[in-house]
């Protein structure tokens, strides 16, 4: 999920190597494919806001 204090630095959307993160919504980053998340957190490793967190979620059925 993309907090507030998102600036649309363009950082997390460059980087995301699934095209999960695009920036659109009054210029803050934007979660557009979330099922393609592959949870490497390279988003939330590099924003410089700590704007960005990265919720896994797990799967039915699994622990
Ligand atoms: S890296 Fe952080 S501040 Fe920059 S666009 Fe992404 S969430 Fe927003
Ligand atoms: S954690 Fe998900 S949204 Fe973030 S960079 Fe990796 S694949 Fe993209």
Do not use: H
């Not at 959307?13 to 980053?29: F, Q």
């Not at 979660?31 to 390279?42: K, T, Y």
Request: charged share 15%; hydrophobic share 35%.
């Amino acid at each position: 999920m993309v907090l507030n204090n998102c600036t649309g630095c363009g950082i997390c959307w460059t980087i995301c190597p699934k095209g999960v993160l695009v920036g659109k919504l009054k210029d803050k980053a934007m979660v557009v494919s979330e099922g393609q998340c592959m949870g490497c957190f390279s988003c939330q490793y590099n924003c410089p806001y700590n704007a960005i967190i990265v919720q896994v979620k797990v799967a039915e059925g699994r622990q």
